[in-house]
């Protein structure tokens, strides 16, 4: 049977991705997470105790007990996704990024490195090491600019961006250097079912259906890609199974927004699914804030690299995915009560 070793397996994609992976593979699943605010095992309740999922809490800066679960393992391919990922959080305080996502990539390659080299030579061919990072390495698109390739330069404007971006040169630098089998995707904006309540659309949902206002960053014409997790774990799976080691993959819904837009769109749905008392529209919550510091006005990528040599694209479409998720917020009350619990024993 083979073994896959998740990163930041309790996270968003993590667990998303690790019941992809459940489902539809064979695999046994080692979960490695530290189990932050963000990452947590009430992610995990439906597939904790699943046969093939063995989970861990640990760092992936302890270099240590990296190299007793790949001892014990003998994973063949490691999925990388364990990250502190909130852009405001990062500008409030960006040490906790630069420690997780490049002190931690970087203790993660190297052990990883010093496993794979005792590998038998097919079996070292045959590993990977799936780092997946972020369209906001990129930076900041115009308008009017095509989207972003594989090849664009790197101009990241956060220290969320600037910490991603670093990792995926650690990555880069592992292959090119040691021969170690990197592949690397840049996803565009997630959404969907067990997304941490500080992200835009789960944000939105329940602050809406608690009554409380809902805060727009400056004038809400930023503009993202929005891709359904369903689909990002598809792409990640097909990535590991056929990517050519060395390349950079995007994977994106082909979806541009207004984050201004997705809550209107919110607030439409949540009036059709879950009308307020007094009949009047969610819309009458929303509200104009400051804008944050070095708020990138656009991101967008380029899918054509994944879509014609690998097959790959989205499924869902943005109206059908938005109306699941919507649906699985307002079925997962007590999922969100538990996670506000642990932000407030877990954050600083």
Not at 48 to 63: E, M
Not at 127 to 138: A, G, I, K, W
Not at 284 to 289: D, L, S
Request: with cysteine; hydrophobic share 35%; glycine share 8%.
């Amino acid at each position: 049977m083979k073994t896959i070793l998740v990163t930041g397996g309790a996270g968003f994609i993590g667990c998303n991705f690790i019941r992809h992976g459940l489902l539809h593979t064979g695999e046994l699943i080692v979960n490695l997470d530290r189990l932050t605010y963000a990452g947590n095992q009430a992610s995990l309740a439906p597939i904790f105790d699943h046969p093939r999922h063995h989970f861990v809490q640990g760092d992936i800066t302890n270099s240590a007990l990296v190299r007793k679960l790949l001892q014990n393992h003998k994973p063949a391919a490691i999925v990388h996704l364990a990250a502190e990922s909130h852009v405001d959080r990062s500008i409030r305080g960006p040490f906790p990024f630069v420690q997780t996502n490049i002190v931690g990539t970087f203790r993660l390659l190297e052990t990883v490195r010093r496993y794979w080299l005792t590998l038998p030579a097919g079996e070292q061919a045959d590993f990977r090491f799936l780092h997946v990072s972020t369209d906001e390495v990129y930076g900041s698109l115009l308008p009017t600019e095509e989207a972003f390739t594989e090849t664009s330069l790197y101009a990241p404007n956060s220290p969320y961006a600037a910490s991603k971006a670093a990792a995926d040169h650690l990555a880069r630098a592992y292959h090119q250097t040691y021969g170690l089998p990197v592949l690397i995707t840049h996803c565009s904006n997630n959404y969907g079912p067990y997304q941490y309540p500080e992200k835009l659309i789960p944000l939105m949902i329940l602050r809406a259906i608690a009554g409380q206002p809902l805060p727009v960053y400056g004038d809400g014409r930023q503009v993202r890609d929005w891709l359904y997790v369903a689909d990002h774990c598809r792409a990640l799976q097909l990535v590991l199974a056929q990517g050519r080691p060395g390349l950079t993959y995007n994977i994106g819904g082909n979806t541009e927004k207004t984050n201004l837009s997705i809550v209107h769109h919110l607030c439409d749905l949540l009036d059709e699914l879950h009308p307020r008392p007094d009949g009047k529209t969610y819309r009458h919550q929303i509200t104009f804030v400051t804008d944050r510091p070095g708020h990138d006005r656009r991101y967008a990528v380029n899918t054509a690299k994944i879509r014609q040599e690998l097959g790959w694209q989205p499924r869902e479409s943005f109206p059908t995915g938005l109306r699941r998720t919507v649906k699985w917020y307002l079925a997962n009350k007590e999922w969100c009560h538990t996670i506000s619990g642990l932000k407030e024993q877990n954050t600083p």
